[in-house]
């Protein structure tokens, strides 16, 4: 899962890069150059630990998100191409919005920051769409996709972001190539003064993020980012201090999951014990690819065990025992939790 954190100059994204990934990027004004930096977090999951202790596997890997601090510059006057590409490359979006006073004194202005990303996604969006449909009009190659564009680029035309525009299955696999920036999933960080670090988002930020369905999170990016790169077991007192029960990584990577629409299917055995992302509603077989495409292509079925029930009765043998694995087929819907092996022949 690759998020692209963006932001308008002083919102502080290289602060909150940081403090997701606990690395020490410069922070400030000309910090960076036009490339973008990377950081992976690992999820935490207490789940995988259990299931750890248990096989005592010769790997143990948790469900990973790749952070990127986008490169280039993000100006009123529009997205630079830097900007653009390093956003179309990514799996969802999170921009940063500063609310907090600027060190020259200027006003935040938190939604204004929000509709001006949105105006500018919109644009980039609306022109590419654009173009796209004038060369189909000309050469009249693909009616279907032109009809669909046609219609997308009217929805643009409203100033309303293509994440709103209701698509068939289809129509989405047709629209997919084109990496849309206003319909990946996004996230807004509010990043308030360090005595907000426990507030509420005011109320015209969570509405405007509820009605266009995004995901919210509050955090104090300044003093969060001095916290991540302290030893684990120091960062309790701090983060009491400040109001907070967890640290910003797992609160961003909990919202991350929920925006995204994400559960966790795992995998456990001598060798490895490992969490893995997959899309809500998800069927089996789909589930299986992203273990391994043969997986996908030769699936027979799914022996699944609830996590609760495999950690209580203790092992795979009990849980068969007292009828607590099941054997699953190509319909089943993978759950939060589920423990998996798939058969498959190929």
Known sequence: ???????????????????????????????????????????????????????????????????????????????????LN??????????????????????????????????ETILADQELVERRVERLRKDRSNPRELELLERVLAHLESEKAIRDFELAPEEEKMLSGYRFLSQKPLLLVLNVPEDQAAADAPGEIAKAA??????????????????????????GEFLESLGLSEPAKNRFIRAAFELLDLVSMLTAGPDECRAWPVQRGSAAPKAAGKIHSDIERGFIRAEVIRFDDLIELGSEAKCRDAGKLRVEGKEYVIQDGDVVHFRFNV
């Open 1 to 83: 899962m690759k998020i692209g954190l963006v932001g308008f100059p002083g919102s502080g994204k290289s602060s909150v890069f940081n403090a997701l990934t606990g690395m020490a990027v410069e922070t400030g004004f000309g910090a960076h150059s036009d490339k973008p930096t990377f950081g992976v977090v690992k999820v935490p999951d207490s789940r995988i630990d259990a299931l750890a202790a248990m096989y005592s596997p010769k790997k143990t890997t948790y469900a990973e998100i790749t952070f990127t601090d986008v490169g280039g510059g993000m100006q009123s006057t529009g997205l630079d191409r830097g900007v």
């Open 86 to 119: 390093s956003m179309r490359e990514v799996d969802a979006l999170c921009q940063v919005v500063r609310a907090f006073p600027a060190p020259t004194g200027e006003a935040a202005r938190p939604l204004g920051e929000v509709l001006d990303l949105e105006a």
């Open 210 to 235: 509820s009605e266009r369905g995004l995901g919210l999170v509050v955090l104090a990016a300044q003093v969060e980012q001095d916290i991540a790169q302290m030893p684990a077991q120091d960062q």
